[in-house]
């Protein structure tokens, strides 16, 4: 499997990231192609310490339960996300996109630039769950907008 952490795997998923354009629409879901990067930066920033999420105690159980299977799964259309992972308003789309390829870009230095094991839905994590996790998201929401 390719890996966030790989230099040349995580420039070919900006690559594709750069592809987005404002004509960029999407194959499934509501989300417009700018909401989509501001959805993946912030769920990407929960890596970094940088954002918080709040889930109670019965969807934190739900996350450990369910993360062997969704890590080693394609991610299913239309699931549901977190509220601090939702965006409604529009964005400039080429902020919105540089804000999500500096984001994602710093996992190539390595699984140190982690700093977060203990997700807030997922429990705790290794660095090969982070690895799976931040791949198949993007991957997913990439596909969900044709690239």
């Known amino acids: 499997m390719s890996s966030i952490f790989n230099k040349s795997d995580n ?4 690559a594709r990231i750069n592809s987005l354009t404002t004509e960029s629409k999407a194959l499934w879901g509501k989300m ?3 909401q989509m990067c501001k959805h993946c930066t912030s769920a990407i920033n929960v890596a970094f310490d940088k954002q918080d999420v709040k889930v109670n105690f019965l ?3 739900l996350g450990e339960t369910l993360k062997s299977k969704v890590f080693n799964s394609e991610f299913k259309k239309n699931s549901p996300t977190a509220k601090e992972f939702v965006f409604t308003n529009q964005y ?3 902020i919105a996109k540089k804000e999500f390829i500096e984001s994602f870009s710093q996992f190539a230095r390595g699984p140190q630039t982690i700093k977060i094991i203990d997700h807030p839905f997922w429990g705790k994590m290794t660095y090969e769950n982070w690895d799976k996790l931040m791949w198949k998201h993007v991957d997913h929401h990439l596909k969900q907008f044709g690239v």
């Open 32 to 34: 417009t192609v700018d």
């Open 59 to 61: 969807m934190r159980f």
């Open 11 to 14: 420039d070919a998923k900006i």
């Open 92 to 94: 400039d789309l080429e």
